[in-house]
T-cell receptor
Framework: SQQGEEDPQALSIQEGENATMNCSYK?????LQWYRQNSGRGLVHLIL?????REKHSGRLRVTLDTSKKSSSLLITASRAADTASYFC????????????FGRGTSLIVHP | ETGVTQSPTHLIKTRGQQVTLRCSSQ?????VSWYQQALGQGPQFIFQ???????GRGNFPPRFSGLQFPNYSSELNVNALELDDSALYLC???????????FGPGTRLTVT
């Protein structure tokens, strides 16, 4: 079974709106990572957040982590058509073999 | 820095055949992981190599095997291909285990 599960499965918004995706996981983590994938190609790393961090920013991206709820969210502000992609969270469990485990992803469509 | 490269881009094989996929890691990265991604799903971890030793394996049968070479390039071999092996195969390298991974563009394998 997959450690992280993203929600929603699909999201459709207009350019300029904000997009929020959530990731829930089951066991304690060392870190959680967010990736983007365009059109079934290779994944691109976006942000890594460690278990002792609560929030990180990178440009228009904001990631939060709530270890008590075992969840994370990715917020994309002022979305653009170029943000259309699938977004995945990957969790690295504590005391494990340091292998990121991916969820099924959220498919984001941003309409121009 | 040279990114992660994979070859071939696309491949069509017949059930029962064998296939070898290749990956060249990003410069300075000593960890490489292989993932299988079926359509509409997240990447599923196959195995990971660290300094030429396998140090983690997902829920894949022994007919999936791999190698990592001294220059940190890597191969994924799949024997006795089955129709369900049709997928995008992704290679990812990282400088540190469990941290951000850099993905190649993938090899699209179709088994007929």
């Amino acid at each position: 079974s997959q450690q992280g599960e993203e929600d929603p499965q699909a999201l459709s918004i207009q350019e300029g709106e904000n997009a929020t995706m959530n990731c829930s996981y089951k066991t304690s983590i060392n870190n959680l990572q967010w990736y983007r994938q365009n059109s079934g190609r290779g994944l691109v790393h976006l942000i890594l957040i460690r278990s002792n961090e609560r929030e990180k920013h990178s440009g228009r991206l904001r990631v939060t982590l709530d270890t008590s709820k075992k969840s994370s969210s990715l917020l994309i502000t002022a979305s653009r058509a170029a943000d259309t992609a699938s977004y995945f969270c990957a969790t690295v469990v504590s005391g494990g073999s340091y292998i990121p485990t991916f969820g099924r992803g959220t498919s984001l469509i941003v309409h121009p | 820095e040279t990114g992660v490269t994979q070859s071939p881009t696309h491949l069509i094989k017949t059930r029962g055949q064998q296939v070898t996929l290749r990956c060249s890691s990003q410069s300075g990265h000593n960890t490489v992981s292989w993932y299988q991604q079926a359509l509409g799903q997240g990447p599923q971890f196959i195995f990971q190599y660290y300094r030429e030793e396998e140090n983690g394996r997902g829920n894949f049968p022994p007919r999936f095997s791999g190698l990592q070479f001294p220059n940190y390039s890597s191969e994924l071999n799949v024997n006795a291909l089955e129709l369900d092996d049709s997928a995008l195969y992704l290679c990812a390298s990282s400088r540190l285990q469990g941290y951000e991974q850099y993905f190649g563009p993938g090899t699209r394998l179709t088994v007929t």
